[in-house]
């Protein structure tokens, strides 16, 4: 079965300043990554998914994800985070044969400071 | 599309009383998964659809839930009776049947049982 790890649970980082969120998943062949992002009261919005091919994602917001196999890993990142990034972010693992049923790590809680 | 709704947005109820939360699902959607949120659970996946058939109702947490897909177009969420414990928020999400796809969640219902 497939797992998900979120290791940051809260995240403090300053407007304008960069962010990286990181995400490591147990699966034995090739996952399908998602990161979704929670504003609060909000549900979960899409900001980019790995299904194959090029590594590195580009998603909304200015978000991108790299996945790196060797490391089971698929780190978020946003080179200059705005006061509105502020938000829960969760990373998910699906498997083909679980269908589309997916796996969600605990979540990393972002704060932005002014 | 007007995306996944739900309904209600939010409820409160008095232990012991039956709750019924609402899903309709994007239209085309063959998955429809119901996931629980909590502080300390965290995203919890409850039980999940293909075409209208429960495949993997292992995350339901007792008798008391019972959930239902009479047709694509809506499904329902029960809770009988209602404990304090099961106070949350309620996801309901759907994707296509191409593997993989996108989960689309919805807004969520807020439940309260006092």
């Known amino acids: 079965a497939q797992s998900v790890t979120q290791p940051d649970i809260h995240i403090t980082v300053s407007e304008g300043a960069s962010l990286e969120l990181r995400c490591n998943y147990s699966?034995?062949?090739?996952?399908?990554l998602f990161w979704y992002v929670q504003s609060p009261g909000q549900g979960l919005q899409l900001l980019l998914k790995?299904?194959?091919?090029?590594?590195l994602v580009q998603g909304i917001k200015g978000f991108e994800a790299e996945f790196k196999r060797s490391q089971s890993s698929f780190n978020l990142r946003k080179p200059s985070v705005h006061w509105s990034d502020a938000a829960e972010y969760f990373c998910a693992v699906g498997a083909r044969a679980a269908g589309n049923k997916l796996t969600f790590g605990g979540g990393t809680r972002v704060l932005v400071k002014p | 599309d007007a995306g996944v709704i739900q309904s209600p947005r939010h409820e409160v109820t008095e232990m012991g009383q039956e709750v019924t939360l609402r899903c309709k699902p994007i239209?085309?959607?063959?998955?429809l998964f119901w996931y629980r949120q909590t502080m300390m659970r965290g995203l919890e996946l409850l039980i999940y659809?293909?075409?209208?058939?429960?495949?993997?109702d292992s995350g339901m947490p007792e008798d008391r839930f019972s959930a239902k897909m009479p047709n694509a177009s809506f499904s329902t969420l029960k809770i009988q009776p209602s404990e304090p414990r099961d106070s949350a928020v309620y996801f309901c999400?759907?994707?296509?049947?191409?593997?993989?796809?996108?989960?689309?969640f919805g807004p969520g219902t807020r439940l309260t049982v006092l």
């Open positions: 699966y034995g062949a090739t996952p399908y």
């Open positions: 659809f293909n075409n209208n058939v429960p495949i993997d």
């Open positions: 999400a759907s994707s296509t049947s191409q593997v993989p796809d996108t989960q689309y």
């Open positions: 239209s085309g959607h063959d998955y």
């Open positions: 790995y299904f194959s091919g090029d590594t």
